[in-house]
T-cell receptor
Framework: GAVVSQHPSWVICKSGTSVKIECRSL??????MFWYRQFPKQSLMLMAT?????????EQGVEKDKFLINHASLTLSTLTVTSAHPEDSSFYIC????????????FGAGTRLSVL | QQQVKQSPQSLIVQKGGISIINCAYE??????FPWYQQFPGKGPALLIA?????SEKKEGRFTISFNKSAKQFSLHIMDSQPGDSATYFC??????????FGQGTRLTINP
């Protein structure tokens, strides 16, 4: 199946710093990538939809200035958590949509962010 | 507003038994229904998926049953194994974009 690589898998940072998370589709091109947030024992919550070469579309309640998304190529999208605070600590997961296949989303392994 | 309702929240099944997880939806615009399996600290992995014009799909020990008129679908895991212990999410696609997830079911298979 299609492979989506997410890096880093775990990051610890100090409050006030920024953290960048990368999401790559390894064996297919993805014009659309998605970023989710997952709290412990809860479902995935869509944060934003990222389209290659254009601005991301954010879900209601998600601060676009805090969660910067860049989708510069057909295989790479990045999420930058700016001025991170402890309440931003969470599990962030990206997915990429494979248009060439069954037009479904394949997920990365996730990034656990801990803000001290 | 939860568009896909999933039950039960947690499920314990003996090894070799059948695990059954149910989902219901309201939005008739949903047109593709995948199930995902997630292990702790990992991203969801696609398990099996079905279109609404099909009533059943089987892949190995995993079967989806789909009832379009009732707007319900379920996952059956036959001969459940300890390695199947994970959290399972049903989901639904609305067109080519958004994927809506159920709340998840934490499945434990006792050896």
């Amino acid at each position: 199946g299609a492979v989506v690589s997410q890096h880093p898998s775990w990051v610890i940072c100090k409050s006030g710093t920024s953290v960048k998370i990368e999401c790559r589709s390894l064996d297919f091109q993805a014009t659309t990538m998605f970023w989710y947030r997952q709290f412990p024992k809860q479902s995935l919550m869509l944060m934003a939809t990222s389209n290659e070469g254009s601005k991301a579309t954010y879900e209601q309640g998600v601060e676009k200035d805090k969660f910067l998304i860049n989708h510069a190529s057909l295989t790479l999208s990045t999420l930058t958590v700016t001025s991170a605070h402890p309440e931003d600590s969470s599990f962030y997961i990206c997915s990429a949509r494979d248009l060439g296949g069954r037009n479904i989303q394949y997920f990365g392994a996730g990034t656990r962010l801990s803000v001290l | 507003q939860q568009q896909v309702k999933q039950s039960p929240q947690s499920l314990i099944v003996q090894k070799g038994g059948i695990s059954i997880i149910n989902c219901a939806y309201e939005n008739t615009a949903f047109d593709y229904f995948p199930w995902y399996q997630q292990f702790p600290g990992k991203g969801p992995a696609l398990l099996i998926a079905i279109r609404p014009d099909v009533s059943e799909k089987k892949e190995g020990r995993f079967t989806i049953s789909f009832n379009k008129s009732a707007k319900q679908f379920s996952l059956h895991i036959m001969d459940s194994q300890p390695g199947d212990s994970a959290t399972y999410f049903c989901a639904a696609y609305e067109g080519a974009q958004k994927l809506v997830f159920g709340q998840g079911t934490r499945l434990t298979i006792n050896p």
